[in-house]
C-alpha cells in the first residue's frame, strides 16, 4: 500500500532550514522526516501535508547530482509485495533494495520512463 507520495526538492546544505519553513508554511504541512545519509554527503528532510509532500534533499551539487534524475519518493509499507506488482506491470529494476538510515530503498524505472524512488521507513527519523 502506498503511505505517502513526495516530489523531491534539491537545494544546497545551507538552505536545508530555509526550505523546510517555506514548505511548512506554503503548505501548512509539518516537517515529518529529517536525517543526515552520511553514506551520500546529504541530509534529507519532508516536509507532508494532505496536498503535497515534499522530500528535501540537501547538499552540495555534485553529492545531489547523482539523485536529480530520480522524480518521486514513494513511501510504502512493505516493499517487496510492492515490487512484485511493479514488475508485473512492466517497471525495471534500477538497483537492488538499499539499507538507508531510515529504513530501506530501491528505484524504478516505469514503463513511461519515469524514475521513481520506493521506500520503507522503519524509523521515525523526523
Known amino acids: ?10 537545494v544546497d546544505a545551507e538552505a536545508i532550514d530555509t526550505t523546510i519553513g517555506f514548505y511548512k508554511a506554503l ?3 509539518e516537517q ?3 536525517f543526515a545519509y552520511p553514506e551520500t554527503g546529504l541530509e534529507l528532510a519532508a516536509v507532508s501535508s494532505p496536498h503535497l509532500s515534499v522530500l528535501i534533499i540537501a547538499g552540495p551539487p555534485e553529492k545531489r547530482a547523482p ?3 530520480t522524480r518521486l519518493t514513494i513511501k510504502v509499507d ?3 509485495p510492492f515490487l512484485d506488482v511493479l514488475k508485473q506491470a512492466g517497471a525495471a529494476p534500477l538497483e537492488p533494495i538499499q539499507p538507508t538510515p531510515a529504513g530501506r530503498k530501491t528505484r524504478l524505472r516505469h514503463p513511461d520512463g519515469l524514475i521513481v524512488e520506493y521506500v520503507e521507513n522503519h524509523t521515525a527519523a523526523g
Open 1 to 10: 500500500m502506498i503511505l505517502e507520495t513526495y516530489t523531491r526538492v534539491f
Open 27 to 29: 503548505l501548512s504541512g
Open 32 to 34: 515529518t522526516l529529517r
Open 67 to 69: 539523485f536529480e534524475a
Open 78 to 80: 512493505a516493499l517487496e
